[in-house]
């Protein structure tokens, strides 16, 4: 078999630069990509010319110019180009804005937009207003640099066309405080095995119904559509991770009938197991 591409990601340490508490970056006519890396800074990556593939988390896509993706703390990315590329990067950390102003009601759309960010966020038709602000940030310096990374994450938090990549969030496992998150940790660590309503609704100490609209209002998902994106999102990582055949990872994905795990995968992304195989292998 072809050489396949995913392999475990690399940590990237990013020098702080002491006149600004972010980085701006601008990279002009690429030709090597960086490997496989996570690194606890935020990072908006918006592309200026050129074209490849674009690989965040479990998600595996395909880049163009205008593209711009919002990528969360430790969430491993890189982005394969077919030919140079030009970009443009800003990095912040999350003490910026979550020890500063990330309280202040003004900022509460941003702060959900950085929550949704620890599964990547792609934003790919971008406004004219937003494509100025993303140049001019490149000639601005201090106070008025820092303010157009404000307009930035405002005009991104109030747009209504984007798109979560990732199944999975990397972040560091911390203790579980939410009360979802409890429901998340049975899914997570029983996704191989049968996943079952009514367990989880225990979990909460409520009944079928309630738990029901409580986890549809709290993941904009129904239970079934949740798990099932969970598990094709972490076959979709085996396929190209591993040599195991198409049988084995549908059982490992939590899948007992071969065709049903073929059905879903269509459905969720638009290809079979092997298409998708062939088409990310390297």
Same mark, same amino acid.
């Given at each position: 078999?072809s050489k396949?591409?995913?392999m475990k990601?690399?940590y990237e340490?990013?020098?702080?630069?002491?006149?600004s508490?972010?980085?701006?970056?601008?990279?002009?006519?690429?030709q090597e990509?960086?490997?496989?890396h996570?690194?606890?800074?935020?990072?908006?990556?918006?592309?200026t010319r050129?074209e490849g593939?674009r690989?965040?988390g479990d998600?595996?896509?395909?880049f163009k110019k205008?593209?711009l993706v919002?990528?969360?703390?430790?969430l491993?990315?890189?982005?394969i180009?077919n030919n140079?590329i030009?970009?443009v990067?800003?990095q912040?950390s999350?003490?910026?804005?979550?020890?500063?102003?990330?309280d202040?009601?003004?900022f509460? =759309?941003v702060?959900?937009l950085l929550?949704?960010?620890?599964?990547g966020v792609f934003f790919?038709e971008?406004?004219?207003?937003l494509?100025k602000?993303?140049?001019k940030?490149?000639?601005?310096e201090? +106070? =008025?640099?820092f303010?157009c990374l404000?307009?930035?994450?405002?005009?991104?938090?109030?747009s209504?066309?984007f798109?979560?990549?990732?199944?999975?969030? +990397?972040?560091n496992?911390?203790l579980l405080?939410?009360r979802?998150d409890k429901?998340?940790n049975?899914i997570?660590?029983?996704?191989?095995?049968e996943?079952?309503v009514?367990?989880?609704? =225990?979990?909460?100490?409520m009944?079928?119904?309630?738990f029901c609209h409580?986890f549809?209002k709290?993941?904009n998902r129904?239970?079934?559509?949740?798990?099932?994106q969970?598990?094709?999102?972490?076959?979709?990582?085996?396929?190209?991770?591993?040599?195991?055949n198409v049988s084995e990872i549908?059982f490992e994905?939590?899948?007992n009938?071969l065709?049903?795990f073929?059905?879903?995968?269509?459905?969720?992304?638009?290809?079979?197991p092997?298409?998708?195989?062939k088409?990310y292998?390297?």
């Amino acid at each position: 078999m072809s050489k396949i591409f995913y392999m475990k990601p690399s940590y990237e340490k990013i020098d702080k630069n002491k006149n600004s508490s972010f980085k701006v970056i601008e990279h002009k006519n690429q030709q090597e990509y960086r490997p496989y890396h996570f690194h606890p800074e935020f990072e908006i990556v918006i592309i200026t010319r050129g074209e490849g593939k674009r690989f965040v988390g479990d998600h595996i896509g395909f880049f163009k110019k205008n593209d711009l993706v919002l990528v969360g703390e430790n969430l491993p990315h890189c982005w394969i180009q077919n030919n140079e590329i030009d970009a443009v990067v800003i990095q912040f950390s999350k003490e910026l804005f979550f020890d500063r102003i990330g309280d202040l009601v003004e900022f509460k =759309e941003v702060t959900r937009l950085l929550s949704q960010a620890d599964n990547g966020v792609f934003f790919g038709e971008l406004s004219d207003s937003l494509k100025k602000k993303l140049k001019k940030i490149l000639e601005l310096e201090g +106070f =008025e640099r820092f303010i157009c990374l404000l307009q930035i994450l405002n005009d991104l938090a109030h747009s209504s066309k984007f798109e979560v990549l990732s199944s999975f969030s +990397f972040k560091n496992q911390q203790l579980l405080k939410r009360r979802i998150d409890k429901v998340l940790n049975y899914i997570y660590q029983n996704m191989s095995n049968e996943l079952d309503v009514n367990v989880a609704a =225990e979990i909460l100490n409520m009944n079928v119904s309630a738990f029901c609209h409580y986890f549809k209002k709290s993941t904009n998902r129904t239970f079934s559509s949740f798990v099932n994106q969970i598990r094709i999102g972490y076959a979709g990582k085996l396929l190209i991770e591993t040599d195991k055949n198409v049988s084995e990872i549908a059982f490992e994905s939590g899948y007992n009938s071969l065709s049903n795990f073929n059905k879903r995968f269509r459905e969720l992304k638009g290809i079979s197991p092997n298409e998708y195989r062939k088409k990310y292998v390297i």
